[in-house]
């Protein structure tokens, strides 16, 4: 938050139009996943096809496809379980 305030003192703006501008602009930038994700690595590799089938054109011997997927499962061990009666009344 400093930051912003010294680009808008820089810039001699207003901070909430230094605000607008930055989260203007981030939502104008298309997102995208960091390069390390290692699900998002392979899902882009996947093969989507008109009947909504989706393929791996690797195989199911692809030895990419096992270490992305020991990545993401050593990811959701790492995070906290979830509590599948929160939010219930």
Not at 21 to 29: D, K
Not at 51 to 73: H, K, M
Request: hydrophobic letters at 40%; proline letters at 9%; glycine letters at 4%.
């Amino acid at each position: 938050m400093r930051d912003i305030r010294v680009r808008a003192a820089q810039s001699d703006r207003r901070l909430k139009d230094v605000v607008e501008e930055l989260l203007r602009r981030g939502l104008a930038a298309p997102a995208e996943p960091p390069a390390s994700d290692p699900l998002h690595a392979w899902l882009e590799r996947l093969e989507r096809h008109a009947d909504g089938s989706v393929t791996n054109p690797d195989g199911i011997e692809d030895e990419a496809f096992f270490q992305a997927l020991e990545a993401i499962r050593e990811a959701d061990r790492a995070s906290p379980p979830r509590d599948p009666f929160a939010g219930q009344a």
